[in-house]
């Protein structure tokens, strides 16, 4: 017989599998290439804010990634920032039950005209915030629907209260999850070329990171040339 919590994994598993596959019913629908044609040739770069403060420093740094990805194509790259602060995203619990505010992000992520996603974390103790952790853990409902960001290209920043506070670390971390997912990792590219986009937030302002400011525009406008390659293929 099963105990309570085999039948709450179970009924997990079911709400995911079925969430899942009602997103790989809409990717499935529509080819990446038929909805990249259907969008007027364009290719949607997405990128998340996991930050818990609403509207800062790492929301900014995501916008001006967006920016960087806009600028690679005016006529071709559309975006979007989704700020997660705020959102009801609960540590992952293969257990539990019931719907998340996750779940409103499935049909956006998935989407086949997607074809870029930008993750920035603000940089606790070396590593990456727990909302984003908890977001990323999340993600497994792509798997379990088909591996649905497989071949999305994605581009990871972060910002440190410090120049050198773990910025590359908390970066590694998000980049192994994504790469779970079979996306694309690619780092911030010329001139800068790391792994990604490191900022420095200095009295609750990116502003003064000249370089960091650069490191993310790299890092969107990277994203973007790597996204539109794989869309004309």
Same mark, same amino acid.
Not at 7 to 13: A, E, I, M, Q, V
Not at 170 to 178: H, K, M, P, T
Not at 206 to 221: K, P, Q, S, W
């Given at each position: 017989?099963?105990?309570?919590?085999?039948?709450?994994?179970?009924? /997990?598993?079911?709400?995911? @599998?079925a969430l899942a596959a009602g997103a790989a019913f809409v990717a499935q629908a529509q080819e990446p290439g038929a909805a990249v044609a259907a969008a007027g040739g364009k290719v949607k770069i997405v990128g998340l804010s996991c930050s818990p403060r609403k509207g800062k420093t790492t929301a900014a740094a995501v916008a001006l990634a967006l920016e960087g990805a806009q600028a690679a194509s005016r006529e071709r790259i559309e975006t979007e920032l989704i700020d997660l602060a705020g959102m009801s995203i609960p540590v992952f619990d293969p257990a539990a039950s019931g719907r998340t505010d996750f779940d409103v992000l499935?049909?956006?992520?998935?989407?086949?005209?997607? @074809?870029?996603?930008?993750?920035?974390?603000?940089v606790y103790f070396c590593g990456m915030s727990s909302l984003c952790k &908890? /977001?990323?853990?999340?993600?497994?409902? /792509?798997?379990? @629907?088909?591996?649905?960001?497989?071949?999305k290209v994605a581009g990871v920043l972060a910002v440190g209260g410090v120049r050198n506070g773990g910025q590359e670390m &908390?970066?590694?971390?998000?980049?192994?999850?994504?790469m779970c997912q079979e996306m694309i990792v690619v780092g911030d590219g010329k001139p800068t070329a790391h792994t990604g986009a490191t900022l420095l937030?200095?009295?609750d302002s990116?502003?003064?990171?000249? /370089? @960091?400011?650069?490191?993310?525009?790299?890092?969107?406008?990277h994203v973007a040339e790597v996204a539109l390659q794989l869309a004309a293929k």
């Open positions: 017989m099963e105990n309570g919590a085999q039948k709450d994994r179970r009924s /997990f598993l079911a709400a995911a @599998g499935v049909p956006t992520l998935s989407d086949p005209r997607v @074809g870029g996603i930008i993750v920035g974390t603000p &908890a /977001f990323l853990d999340h993600c497994m409902a /792509f798997r379990k @629907g088909g591996m649905m960001l497989r071949n &908390a970066i590694n971390g998000v980049q192994a999850a994504l937030n200095t009295n990116i502003a003064g990171d000249e /370089f @960091g400011v650069e490191t993310a525009r790299n890092l969107g406008r």
